[in-house]
């Protein structure tokens, strides 16, 4: 099974918004409401930002929110900070049993 | 504090068997969905197992279903992954990570360190 499909990188200056969609099929994204989100800082462990399509886990900041259309998934970071600079990779449960990663999205605040 | 420490990574020959183990601690793991995440050196990151709370069903991607199988020792508090005929592409450094619920639906909200695993001929 295919990676869900990301854009390999996205860029913002401090204080903009961008979005990261997160495509997929409806055998994955567009078959539950299970898809998260995960930051990934350079040498560390992915944090989880995102569950359940658009839920913030507790001391994750508001500037964080996603978005579910049909197959698509979105991730939202408004009032970008070069703290926000990072990996972000959107992750879907299958109608397999599986759970499938996508690509992973390189975000770089200008 | 929830806390999660693999070991067991290094070396391993193509067509070999490594075990990676994960202690936990802070946390009653046999409630919560545990899971299996590797990346690839410089590459994305693939899932790789779950093992259900509450009960021991496993579940594999199709990359290693077969050759990897994820168990638990509720009285060591460890999450083990025993991985068999290794290939190649099985070089990553391999994640255990703690569901945020009973069910792996993909939200892993504590992570380890990660042990580096390296498959060679």
């Known amino acids: 099974q295919s990676a869900l499909t990301q854009p390999a990188s996205v860029s913002g200056s401090p204080g903009q918004s961008i979005t990261i969609s997160c495509a997929g099929t409806s055998a994955d994204v567009g078959a539950h409401s299970f898809v998260s989100w995960y930051q990934q800082h350079p040498g560390k462990a992915p944090k989880l930002i995102i569950y359940d399509v658009n839920n913030r886990p507790s001391g994750v900041s508001n500037r964080f929110s996603a978005s579910q259309s049909g197959n698509t998934a979105s991730l939202t970071i408004s009032g970008l900070q070069a703290e926000d600079e990072a990996d972000y990779y959107c992750?879907?449960?299958?109608?397999?049993?599986?759970?499938?990663f996508g690509g992973g999205t390189k975000l770089t605040v200008l | 504090e929830v806390q999660l420490v693999e070991s067991g990574g290094g070396l391993g020959q193509t067509g070999g068997s490594l075990r990676l183990s994960c202690a936990v601690s802070g946390f009653d793991f046999t409630s919560f969905a545990m899971n299996w995440v590797r990346q690839a050196p410089g590459g994305g990151l693939e899932w790789v197992s779950s093992i259900i709370g509450g009960a021991d069903g496993t579940f594999y991607a199709d990359s290693v279903k077969g050759r990897f199988t994820m168990s638990r020792d509720k009285s060591k508090n460890t999450l083990y992954l025993q991985m068999n005929n290794l290939r190649d592409e099985d070089t990553a450094l391999y994640y255990c990570a703690k569901g945020e619920r009973h069910w792996y639906r993909g939200s892993f909200d504590y992570w380890g360190q990660g042990a580096l695993v390296t498959v060679s001929s």
């Open positions: 992750i879907s449960y299958t109608t397999r049993d599986t759970l499938i």
